[in-house]
């Protein structure tokens, strides 16, 4: 079975960047690693997602080793607007050969002024 | 569009109340998800549509938990009899070609039960 682990959370400054990384060991060979966002009260919202190497999109980067067991969400210039909850979001085949989603557990992101 | 749609956005039932939930998805997106976000385990998959057939209930906790959807665009979360463990907020998700891509979610029903 396929398992995420993020850190709980992360402190930051406005204008820094922020790396948030999620470790995913089994995950579906080829399927996509993809990060989500999620203000209070509200669904989760998509960032980005990524197969291999790097993705760059108008508000993240996603980096992705080779191994794949393992992927950073990257926020370059942070800005209080981001304080939220980060999740990771990945594919796992079992051995039944059935596909399930798994959501990581969550990265609470602060951002102080 | 208008996004992915649920109703209601707040229900609270007494326990061994059947409880219903509603998703109007995305026109012309073809695959339908039911979450479930607590605080101790975090947002759990429990079932998804394809073309309006469902292809993984292995999420749903149990048989008191059914889902629908009897067309493209409207689907339901039965609960029945309802338990104060179901208490939790509900999410609906739909996204276009393919199981794992954007996935556009909506507000969520918060449910208590009492």
């Known amino acids: 079975l396929a398992k995420t682990t993020q850190p709980i959370s992360m402190d930051s400054y406005e204008g820094q960047e922020v790396n948030i990384t999620c470790s995913h060991n089994n995950i579906a060979t080829n399927d996509y690693i993809t990060w989500y966002q999620q203000f209070p009260s509200q669904g989760p919202r998509f960032i980005i997602q990524?197969?291999?190497t790097k993705v760059t999109n108008e508000v993240a980067s996603l980096f992705i080793p080779a191994d794949r067991k393992s992927s950073t969400l990257s926020l370059p210039r942070v800005s209080l607007s981001d304080t939220a909850v980060y999740y990771c979001l990945v594919g796992d085949t079992r051995m039944d050969s059935s596909y399930k989603l798994i959501f990581g557990s969550g990265t609470r992101l602060l951002v102080r002024p | 569009d208008a996004g992915v749609i649920q109703s209601p956005r707040h229900e609270v039932t007494e326990m061994g109340q059947e409880v219903t939930l509603r998703c109007k998805p995305i026109?012309?997106?073809?695959?339908l998800f039911w979450y479930r976000q607590t605080m101790m385990r975090g947002l759990e998959l429990l079932i998804y549509f394809n073309n309006n057939v469902p292809i993984d209930d292995s999420g749903m906790p149990e048989d008191r938990f059914s889902a629908k959807m009897p067309n493209a665009s409207f689907s339901t979360l039965k609960i029945q009899p309802s338990e104060p463990r179901d208490s939790a907020v509900y999410f609906c998700?739909?996204?276009?070609?393919?199981?794992?891509?954007?996935?556009?979610f909506g507000q969520g029903t918060r449910l208590t039960v009492v």
């Open positions: 990524g197969y291999k």
């Open positions: 998700a739909s996204s276009r070609d393919r199981v794992n891509t954007e996935a556009f």
């Open positions: 026109s012309g997106h073809d695959y």
